[in-house]
């Protein structure tokens, strides 16, 4: 059996990526999942391949009544909803001085009122299941470890771990069996990091040399790296766990 038997995950984020990867394992792991993203096409296309416990839906994460509307696809589909993967998030650089003004706004929108819209839409229906649950935000080490020239992505970031721990105390205080743990990658090969492979001077080779030189293991990661972690902390392994920050960045996010 696996550690997602039963459970109904909402993950956003899921046509690509560690979404996308997300999904998959959950699935594999004897869960349900509803796949949100505004690449609806992909994620179709991925819930179709994982079957009758896969449903795919359009979900702008800036607008709560998607979210609204997502929880109640996974109600409608599999009759409830248990669990929340808050994955969906864009990264772009500006130090304060020069980062463009509607760059800053769309970073907070997505990364943080974005997770923020997830949780209020989702922690009703996970207490309206009777069953226990659990939330996973993605932040970042550079929430942990802020680095020079990426303002809008590490107050994003750094927001998105207070929220999630403020989540977990009011959960706990009310009684409701629901956890919240962040977890905080370092650079995972995915489409946001090729995106950076190709927008960075320098090339592919020493873009990605320049990242794995922020890990402490040398290396950049894998997205199933990340998912082992979400998905530990989803299932009831992780059932004395909330408010975690959940590290999975090679020591990057204590490097020297």
């Not at 974005?114 to 996973?136: D, H, K, L, N, Q």
């Not at 970031?157 to 743990?181: E, F, M, Q, W």
């Amino acid at each position: 059996m696996g550690v997602m038997q039963g459970k109904v995950a909402l993950v956003s984020g899921g046509a690509e990526g560690i979404g996308a990867a997300t999904g998959r394992r959950i699935v594999e792991e004897g869960g349900s999942v509803v796949l949100g993203d505004i690449q609806i096409e992909k994620a179709q296309a991925l819930a179709s391949e994982l079957g009758d416990r896969a449903v795919a839906v359009t979900l702008d994460v800036r607008d709560l009544a998607q979210w609204q509307a997502a929880v109640k696809t996974a109600q409608d589909r599999f009759g409830k909803l248990t669990h929340l993967a808050s994955i969906a998030g864009i990264s772009e650089p500006g130090a304060v001085p020069e980062v463009d003004l509607e760059s800053w706004q769309r970073t907070i929108d997505i990364n943080l009122n974005g997770t923020f819209y997830g949780c209020r839409a989702a922690i009703p229906a996970i207490a309206a299941s009777g069953e226990t649950g659990a939330i996973v935000n993605i932040g970042s080490m550079l929430a942990l470890r802020v680095g020079a020239g990426f303002a809008s992505y590490c107050a994003s970031k750094a927001a998105v771990t207070a929220l999630t721990k403020t989540i977990a105390l009011d959960c706990a205080a009310k009684g409701l069996p629901i956890r919240a743990n962040t977890v905080h990658p370092g650079a995972i090969r995915t489409p946001m990091f090729e995106r950076y492979l190709d927008a960075l001077p320098g090339t592919v080779e020493e873009v990605e040399t320049m990242f794995a030189a922020n890990h402490p293991m040398g290396r950049v990661g894998e997205a199933h790296e990340v998912v082992n972690a979400i998905v530990f902390l989803l299932s009831d392994q992780a059932s004395f766990t909330t408010g975690l920050d959940f590290t999975v960045d090679g020591g990057g996010s204590f490097r020297s």
